[in-house]
């Protein structure tokens, strides 16, 4: 018989995708190194270079048709390195506080070359071994790091949505006294889920493509401090059931996406157990900050919970994409999402992904999480988003103490405020002042995420257009905190007088 290994080293086919370990380690390493630059410019850069559509496809020169010869990659990877830090908005620049998208940790961009480098199919633990593992290790760990239970299924999934829509998928299963999957929800009563007015808009995206439709969505009035009104709450399950639906599901939010308010989930809690209904809770912004003493407390509620949605790629840093489902009871998973028997392997159960969530093949994304909680520890996880939070508070405070500001809230580590010039102090809720007010702040937004030495987003707060900073970024400083009012205050001036002299709103505002 002949060596089965006998002439690898001379591969017999040749492939246009392959590439001689030399020139993988050459670029490789020159590839490490521009990234090492690039990465050290960005604080010198503006956060975002404010260009057109048709400058970004310029500038990377895109537009053509596909090329029917292959590129040299050495000059391929360095143009597009380069390039691409030309001509991109910077969620990890220490002045970026849109949205809610977190620095990257370096260990993480490691993690994700490692990941496809190896390229387990994190489907079946055959095809992915250590990867499964890792990715139980994983879930284990951020289960710990929250106070959830740790006997929990779990599965990493690409973010928060999709997070939230295995909790729901779970809920809707363990709830339908009915084989809805394979019957169908039009086999019962009309399900009901519940959720408060504040909730992330994956909630109707989960009630139209599950087959309920947006209107078996109950949405929960809010108190004055944006928090699901829980009497509302009982009043309306009980008003649903009186009708002859079936409710099934109440979302609580930990932390919301537009200003960062804690549902009391200590009390949903009571009632979805009372009623015998689903708990779920979205964590995908503020989950993670369960684990930090800033935090408030009915936060730590998340672990009465059924099932939980967080997102790595939010608060604990892993470059995108990354989220985590977290569901109490593993059999609920499985019960949800799996056609097989339970398989085992050497006598052990495992784990196959694929019975866990929505996917087939799976990548290793877990990988960069795992990395980056070993690289920064229990408490250098919880150090960062304490820090995050305080930086936050910290902003609030010089945001009242410059004066032109009126700051509506400051919720874990976002801030929701207003530019007022000083004719309208006071006068802020006479209508014409009302929107003068809003139009300026709108202007306000739009020119300064144009200039791109500051990064914010806008939220509405009771009926008010407000700026909005979040904070969850390790490079963020007290220095870039300090900068904010004033940088605000002089491009609300100018607006204000600008539209002043031109008696109304320029275009767009
Ligand atoms: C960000 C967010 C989501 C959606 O998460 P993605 O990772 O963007 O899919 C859902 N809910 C809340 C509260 C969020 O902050």
């Given at each position: 018989m002949s060596d089965p290994r006998e002439g690898a080293a001379t591969p017999e086919r040749r492939s246009a995708l392959a590439m001689e370990p030399a020139t993988f380690r050459a670029i490789g390493h020159r590839l490490v190194d521009d990234l090492a630059e690039l990465l050290a410019s960005v604080p010198q850069r503006p956060v975002t270079p404010g260009e057109s559509p048709a400058d970004v496809r310029r500038g990377l020169r895109l537009g053509g048709p596909l090329p029917e010869a292959g590129d040299d990659p050495r000059e391929l990877i360095e143009r597009v390195a380069k390039s691409l830090f030309d001509h991109s908005l910077f969620?990890?620049?220490?002045?970026f506080f849109g949205y809610i998208t977190s620095s990257p940790a370096p260990i993480g961009m490691f993690g994700d070359l490692l990941a496809a480098a190896a390229n387990p199919n994190v489907g079946s633990w055959t095809l992915g071994p250590a990867a499964t593992e890792i990715e139980l290790e994983a879930v284990r760990w951020i289960a710990g790091l929250l106070g959830f239970p740790e006997s929990c299924g779990g599965v990493m999934v690409s973010g928060g949505n999709m997070a939230n829509f295995v909790g729901f998928l779970a809920a809707r299963v363990a709830k339908c006294p009915w084989d809805v999957r394979a019957a169908g929800v039009a086999a019962g009563p009309r399900l009901r889920a519940y959720v408060s007015a504040e909730t992330h808009t994956w909630i109707q995206k989960a009630a139209d493509l599950f087959g309920l439709g947006t209107d078996a969505v109950r949405w929960i009035p809010c108190d004055s401090a944006m928090r699901m009104d829980v009497a509302a709450l009982e009043r309306t399950i009980a008003a649903d059931r009186a009708a002859g639906d079936l409710p099934f599901l109440v979302v609580g939010t930990g932390g919301s996406v537009s200003t960062g308010a804690v549902d009391p989930l200590p009390a949903i809690a009571q009632v979805c157990r009372r009623e015998k209904l689903w708990f779920h809770v979205d964590g995908a912004y503020g989950g993670f900050a369960a684990a930090v003493p800033e935090a408030p407390d009915e936060l730590r509620g998340l672990a009465l919970a059924d099932s939980v949605a967080v997102d790595p790629h939010k608060w604990l840093y892993s470059p995108l994409e990354v989220g985590c489902a977290l569901v109490r009871d593993p059999e609920a998973m499985r019960a949800a999402f799996s056609y097989h028997p339970v398989y085992y392997h050497f006598d052990e159960q495992v784990v196959n992904f694929v019975d866990h969530g929505l996917q087939n093949s799976r990548g290793f994304r877990a990988l960069k999480v795992w990395l980056g909680l070993r690289h920064a520890g229990a408490a250098g996880c919880r150090e960062a988003i304490s820090e995050d939070i305080r930086l936050s508070r910290r902003l609030a405070e010089a945001l009242r103490a410059h004066g032109s500001f009126e700051v509506f809230t400051t919720d874990l580590s976002i801030v929701t405020f207003r530019y007022v010039p000083d004719d309208l102090r006071g006068r802020e809720s006479d209508s014409a002042a009302a929107e003068r007010l809003d139009a300026l702040n709108r202007e306000l937004l739009d020119s300064s995420q144009r200039a791109g030495e500051v990064f914010v987003s806008n939220a509405v707060v009771h009926g008010r257009y407000a700026l909005r900073t979040c904070i969850v970024n390790f490079h963020t400083s007290e220095r870039d905190i300090e900068a904010i009012p004033g940088i605000f205050a002089r491009a609300g001036r100018a607006i204000d007088e600008r539209m002043r002299a031109g008696g109304a709103a320029p275009a767009g505002g």
């Open positions: 969620n990890g620049h220490p002045r």
